[in-house]
């Protein structure tokens, strides 16, 4: 079981280093060319090819680490697979059959279409091809929220049944978790496309770096806006729906009336959690332990305490991280207003927008899911009985093995893709296109 996890975990994570940079950059990318359409200046074309091409080399290495995934379900996780199959499987296949193939159709005709349809329908490709991005966002995080707050379905011969599939996409629990993830994504792509911007402000390399910066600054502040008052949503949710998530996020053991919320150890905010949790100061927020001796009553003998320092650290990391983009891109608009130019050290500064959403929505999905343990469905599915009984621990060992060498490699493909077309810029690039162009109409 531990083997399985950390592969579906290392593999998860590596999966989501591309996802919310996809559902983000695609809408960047769109609005680009948006902006080329309305006002024919040419260094929007420019811009939009650049960073388009930068959205399809990880829109590429999504689609292949994601199949993966679904691979591992029936593999390593078959009781679980048996158990949630017919609630799990009809968003997941609404995501392949419509959102996918929607997204997939509409991004190759954006590919080919260049010079071969007309502008608007050309625009209207790449536009499509987003929604259909966030469309399969919306239908997978459906899913995950189901898990986490199953509604919908009954119980018959041991297998969850769906019994209303509007109550799946319309659960509470993903109406707040679709748009904190999203937003999310758009921060990371922005913190992307602003960390390319300040690598070639410092270069000091030709073209009009400043509108996608500007561009990135407010796709990121809105985006920090979002993330804040869907995880306010989320907090409340907690309270009520995962009370065990939410007190070992904060490390609290003992049930407390006007619980505070602790920044680090030993620097609290009087009766902040409860005010957070339930929009009142004074609100009771049960602890652990409580919540152990209540879980024992309900559901039997088990230890259903998360580990409290992964959680209770992965949540004030994830906030910090978080926190530090938005405010970088608030500096940068302040800092580029009245169509300033930003400071050198300041472009320097804009490398870290990077690293800092990459790591704000890693350890937010680590928070989510290691939360929620010992159970793969809150209430209904245990972990220790989600995983396929005839799978040893050898054969997955050596799967976990393989992905991560695979991985790894795929990694170093990647890396060097970006940086290389990264490094070209737009105006080099748009050069080499031109040389290829005649080569490509001839064939």
Same mark, same amino acid.
């Given at each position: 079981?531990?083997?399985?996890?950390?592969q579906?975990?290392i593999?998860?994570?590596?999966?989501?280093?591309f996802?919310?940079?996809?559902?983000?950059?695609g809408?960047?990318v769109?609005?680009?060319q948006?902006?080329?359409?309305?006002?024919?200046?040419?260094?929007?074309?420019k811009?939009?090819?650049?960073?388009?091409k930068?959205?399809?080399?990880?829109f590429?290495?999504?689609?292949?680490t *994601?199949?993966v995934?679904?691979?591992?379900f029936?593999m390593?996780?078959?009781?679980?697979?048996?158990?949630?199959?017919d609630v799990?499987?009809? =968003?997941?296949?609404?995501?392949?059959l419509?959102a996918?193939?929607?997204?997939?159709?509409f991004?190759?005709?954006?590919?080919?279409?260049?010079?071969?349809?007309?502008?608007?329908v050309? +625009?209207?490709?790449?536009?499509?091809?987003?929604?259909g991005?966030?469309?399969?966002?919306y239908f997978?995080?459906?899913?995950n929220?189901w898990m986490?707050?199953p509604? *919908?379905?009954?119980?018959?011969?041991?297998?969850?049944?769906?019994?209303?599939?509007w109550?799946?996409l319309?659960?509470?629990t993903?109406?707040?978790?679709?748009?904190?993830?999203?937003?999310?994504?758009?921060?990371?792509?922005?913190?992307?496309v602003l960390?390319?911007c300040?690598y070639h +402000?410092i270069?000091?390399?030709?073209?009009?770096?400043?509108?996608?910066?500007?561009?990135?600054?407010?796709?990121?502040?809105?985006?920090?806006?979002?993330?804040a008052g869907? *995880?306010?949503?989320?907090?409340?949710?907690?309270?009520?729906?995962?009370?065990?998530?939410?007190?070992?996020?904060?490390g609290l053991?003992?049930?407390v009336?006007?619980?505070?919320f602790?920044?680090?150890?030993g620097?609290?905010?009087?009766?902040?959690?409860s005010?957070?949790?339930?929009h009142?100061?004074?609100?009771?927020?049960?602890?652990t332990?409580?919540?152990?001796?209540?879980?024992?009553a309900?559901?039997g003998?088990?230890d259903?305490?998360?580990?409290?320092?992964?959680v209770?650290?992965?949540?004030?990391?994830?906030?910090?991280?978080?926190?530090?983009?938005?405010g970088?891109?608030?500096l940068?608009?302040?800092?580029?207003r009245?169509?300033?130019q930003?400071p050198?050290?300041?472009?320097?500064?804009?490398?870290?927008a990077? =690293?800092?959403?990459w790591l704000?929505?890693?350890?937010g999905? +680590?928070?989510?899911?290691?939360g929620?343990?010992p159970w793969?469905v809150?209430g209904?599915?245990?972990?220790?009985?989600s995983?396929s009984p005839g799978v040893?621990?050898?054969?997955?060992?050596?799967?976990?093995?393989?992905?991560?060498?695979?991985?790894g490699?795929?990694t170093?493909?990647e890396?060097? +893709?970006?940086?290389?077309?990264?490094?070209r810029g737009?105006?080099?690039?748009?050069?080499?296109e031109?040389?290829?162009? =005649?080569?490509?109409?001839?064939?």
């Amino acid at each position: 079981m531990d083997l399985a996890r950390w592969q579906f975990g290392i593999t998860t994570v590596y999966h989501f280093l591309f996802v919310p940079l996809t559902i983000g950059l695609g809408v960047f990318v769109a609005g680009l060319q948006t902006a080329w359409h309305r006002t024919g200046k040419e260094h929007y074309l420019k811009l939009t090819k650049f960073f388009g091409k930068l959205f399809l080399i990880n829109f590429a290495m999504g689609v292949v680490t *994601g199949i993966v995934q679904e691979f591992q379900f029936g593999m390593n996780w078959s009781e679980y697979s048996i158990f949630v199959g017919d609630v799990f499987g009809a =968003p997941l296949a609404l995501e392949a059959l419509l959102a996918f193939f929607l997204e997939s159709t509409f991004i190759g005709l954006w590919i080919f279409g260049w010079d071969r349809l007309p502008k608007r329908v050309h +625009l209207a490709t790449i536009w499509i091809a987003v929604i259909g991005s966030n469309l399969s966002a919306y239908f997978i995080l459906a899913a995950n929220a189901w898990m986490k707050h199953p509604v *919908g379905y009954e119980v018959v011969d041991g297998k969850a049944r769906m019994t209303d599939i509007w109550a799946v996409l319309t659960n509470d629990t993903a109406l707040a978790q679709v748009p904190h993830v999203v937003a999310a994504s758009f921060i990371v792509a922005g913190g992307f496309v602003l960390a390319i911007c300040g690598y070639h +402000l410092i270069k000091k390399t030709e073209g009009e770096w400043r509108s996608a910066m500007r561009g990135a600054l407010v796709m990121t502040a809105i985006a920090g806006a979002v993330v804040a008052g869907t *995880g306010d949503m989320s907090a409340q949710l907690l309270h009520t729906q995962q009370p065990m998530k939410l007190a070992a996020a904060e490390g609290l053991t003992e049930t407390v009336d006007g619980a505070p919320f602790t920044i680090v150890p030993g620097v609290e905010v009087p009766k902040l959690l409860s005010l957070l949790a339930a929009h009142d100061p004074d609100a009771t927020v049960k602890g652990t332990e409580d919540l152990q001796r209540e879980f024992e009553a309900k559901f039997g003998p088990e230890d259903y305490t998360p580990n409290i320092p992964v959680v209770f650290w992965s949540f004030r990391l994830m906030q910090g991280f978080g926190m530090a983009t938005v405010g970088l891109a608030a500096l940068g608009l302040l800092l580029t207003r009245r169509r300033r130019q930003p400071p050198p050290w300041f472009n320097r500064m804009l490398l870290l927008a990077l =690293p800092l959403p990459w790591l704000a929505v890693i350890f937010g999905w +680590l928070l989510s899911e290691i939360g929620r343990q010992p159970w793969t469905v809150m209430g209904e599915l245990l972990t220790a009985a989600s995983v396929s009984p005839g799978v040893t621990t050898g054969q997955v060992a050596t799967s976990l093995a393989i992905f991560t060498v695979l991985y790894g490699a795929l990694t170093i493909a990647e890396a060097v +893709l970006l940086v290389r077309h990264v490094k070209r810029g737009p105006d080099k690039s748009a050069q080499i296109e031109e040389q290829r162009e =005649p080569v490509l109409m001839g064939y």
